[in-house]
């Protein structure tokens, strides 16, 4: 069984995810956040129910929730779905 989502858990995925998958987290946010204006976007928190992020716009810090679609069961879960929710946000924009 994988990790439940502790705080660490949520630390150690949001470092991944910020120092790994830049590009993933600034596809969340202008997809599931609904920010196409989003320059830069970092994941700040992780939980069952969704992702905090800080965006930026225009030079300023923005906070953003996105919530997920189910709630999370532990770490596995989360990378499966953050998986998924990428594929779909480019899969999306390939289709625009």
């Known amino acids: ?3 439940p989502i502790t705080p660490a858990v949520s630390d150690r995925i949001c470092k991944h995810m910020n120092d790994d998958h830049a590009s993933a987290v600034l596809t969340y946010a202008q997809v599931y956040g609904d920010r196409r204006d989003a320059e830069s976007a970092q994941m700040q928190a992780i939980d069952p129910q ?7 716009v225009n ?3 923005v906070s953003l929730r996105i ?3 189910h709630p999370l069961q ?6 499966q779905t953050l998986i998924a929710m990428i594929k779909q946000a480019r899969s999306a924009s390939q289709q625009a």
């Open 74 to 79: 532990d770490s596995e879960d989360a990378h």
């Open 50 to 56: 969704g992702m905090d992020l800080t965006v930026h």
């Open 59 to 61: 030079g300023e810090a």
């Open 67 to 69: 919530p997920f679609d």
């Open 1 to 3: 069984m994988s990790d």
